[in-house]
């Protein structure tokens, strides 16, 4: 599991924790838009005949592709929102203490809880995210 964030509309990061297969998935979409953005500017600066078709043929990224990323990317971040909100006031604790680098136990004696009940905090949280994150509704 890892935690990713996005900007919320005051600005402020909001951390999300992610599975594996979630976050390659972001991070590949990610890049393609990255990738697509570069290539733009790139470009921007040249007028259109100073383009080389040999380039542009070669090119992987269409603009469906690129629509689809951002659409694929909306609706991780929408689920990732939902999943967030989804969470309990102590939850939410630990995740921000997660993120703070704390370890299980760390929290656990923060906390004055035993590990085994935070343990099981956190696989419930991430139960969660699974379930709001996964293709199946």
């Known amino acids: 599991m890892s935690f990713i964030y996005f900007k919320n509309s005051h600005g402020k990061r909001v951390y999300v924790l992610v599975n594996a297969e979630v976050l390659m998935g972001y991070t590949k979409t990610r890049k393609a838009i ?8 790139y470009h921007r600066r040249m007028s259109l ?20 990323a951002a659409e694929e990317r909306l609706e991780l971040k929408m689920k990732l929102l939902a999943a967030v909100a989804s969470l309990t ?25 035993n590990q085994s009940s935070v343990y099981e905090m956190k696989k419930a949280v991430e139960k969660k995210f699974e379930r709001f994150c996964s293709d199946t509704p």
């Open 34 to 41: 990255w990738n697509n953005d570069a290539k733009e500017k």
């Open 49 to 68: 005949c100073a383009f080389d078709k040999d380039k542009l043929s070669g090119s992987t990224l269409n603009p469906e592709d690129i629509y689809i």
């Open 89 to 113: 006031a102590k939850q939410t604790d630990l995740v921000k203490l997660l993120i703070k680098g704390l370890n299980v136990s760390e929290v656990a004696r923060l906390w004055g809880k």
